[in-house]
């Protein structure tokens, strides 16, 4: 800013009040910043100590049930890779790759082949590859998939055969402290995104401010869509001119998380429908 002077070579009354109100501004607003950062520290540690938490016996058995759950659900998705039915229709043969599943090979691979079987490529090993369900690891996701129930049924007979497994009462899964932990881990990652915008937008008026001492050449006015973008920059310290396509992966993935957790916040409030 340029200082002007009066006659007397002094900066004018009215110059001197606007630049003794902007630093007033300026020491309120880093003050303001400085205790949300401060609100920030604060909270994160309170996530970082739920997350780092061990889990109660109790909890413990509740996981190992939604794990069970998690690798069936998984390997249901891998289904759909898989194409379990096009891979039975169309199997695999000796000579020629795939070919159409006709009657005489199921006869065949049931162990009942037709004495005047006119087939010419038959199927590979006799049928024992045709893949009634996706098998692909050892013990992988399938057991989970088929067995699951009877997995989760058994947890108590395998837990109390494990020698640290406490012994003194009756343990039952206690899956509401595990939700309980995860919503409040929730609203905190929710707080956080907000505290974020806070601390964005007071450092944006410093920077204003600052501009006011050192004017720089006028820039134009700021969108609301391109002050979000800038902020999910700094906050994702991803550069959208370098790697636009990551960004806006980062971006969308990010503002999804909080809508789904604005969203469980308020059907969990109390009187919500």
């Known amino acids: 800013m340029s200082k002007v002077k009066a006659s007397n070579g002094k900066v004018s009354g009215s110059i001197q009040d606007a630049i003794n109100a902007l630093k007033d501004e300026h020491v309120r607003l ?102 009634l369900f996706y098998t692909q690891e050892r013990f992988g996701g399938w057991a989970y998939f088929f067995l699951g129930g009877l997995m989760k049924e058994k947890l108590d007979e395998v837990l109390a055969a494990s020698p640290s497994w ?21 609203e905190i990652d929710l707080a956080i995104v907000e505290i974020d915008k806070e601390i964005f937008g007071l450092a944006a008026q410093l920077d204003e401010i600052s501009h006011q001492f050192s004017p720089k050449e006028v820039q134009p006015e700021e969108s609301e869509e391109e002050r979000e973008r800038r902020f999910w920059a700094k906050r994702l310290n991803i550069d959208p001119k370098t790697e636009p396509e990551r960004f806006e992966y980062e971006m969308k993935r990010q503002r999804e998380y909080a809508t789904r957790l604005a969203e469980d916040q308020r059907r969990a409030a109390p009187g919500s429908i």
Do not use: C, W
């Open 166 to 186: 406490p012994k003194d009462a009756a343990i039952v899964g206690d899956a509401a402290s595990l939700q309980l932990r995860r919503q409040r881990i929730a």
């Open 30 to 131: 880093t003050r303001e910043k400085a205790n949300a950062e401060s609100r920030k520290a604060e909270i994160e540690a309170q996530r970082n100590g739920l997350l780092l938490q061990p889990l109660t016996p109790g909890e413990i058995k509740a996981f190992m049930s939604e794990l069970i759950d998690h690798r069936a659900e998984t390997y249901l998705a891998s289904l759909a890779k898989e194409d379990v039915f096009a891979k039975m229709a169309q199997p695999r043969r000796h000579l020629q790759g795939n070919g159409a599943l006709t009657l005489a090979d199921a006869e065949n691979a049931l162990g009942r082949a037709h004495a005047n079987d006119p087939t010419e490529d038959r199927l590979l090993d006799g049928g024992f590859h045709l893949p």
